[in-house]
């Protein structure tokens, strides 16, 4: 059972800089991938990225590629999100996820019903 929690959210103006990161509680080993989703309010939650984790290889849909940045830390368990020059429309709930084990099956890490452990997410706001 893995458990995750995401801190480093908060209120920051448009164009500032900030650091999510992911704790887990259980060990993720044969973890497929771990990703971030946001969710505005009325919106459906949206792929942010997404991290191989063994490998490291690393996945963004076109919309966030350049801004956002996905890394992990194995060792340690947990996973950040570095989001730069932030826009108003960067704001809502991000949340970080974890995919079940790669020796199960394949993913499609762009998908939020791929994911089996979800954090209780984090609130960026970004004011103009």
């Known amino acids: 059972q893995v458990q995750l929690v995401e801190s480093g959210g908060g209120l920051v103006q448009a164009g500032g800089s900030l650091r999510l990161s992911c704790a887990a509680s259980?060990?993720?080993?044969?973890?497929?991938?771990m990703g971030w989703f946001r969710q505005a309010p009325g919106k459906e939650r949206e792929f942010v990225a997404a991290?191989?984790?063994?490998?490291?290889?690393?996945q963004y849909p076109d919309s966030m590629k350049g801004r956002f940045t996905i890394s992990k830390d194995n060792a340690k368990n947990t996973m950040h999100l570095q989001i730069n020059g932030l826009k108003p429309e960067d704001t809502a709930v991000y949340y970080c996820?974890?995919?079940?084990?790669?020796?199960?099956?394949?993913?499609?890490?762009?998908?939020?019903?791929?994911?089996?452990?979800w954090g209780q997410g984090t609130q960026v706001t970004v004011s103009s």
């Open positions: 991290i191989m984790w063994i490998g490291g290889a690393t």
């Open positions: 259980g060990r993720l080993t044969n973890t497929y991938a």
């Open positions: 996820a974890a995919t079940g084990s790669l020796l199960e099956r394949d993913y499609d890490v762009r998908f939020s019903g791929e994911y089996d452990y």
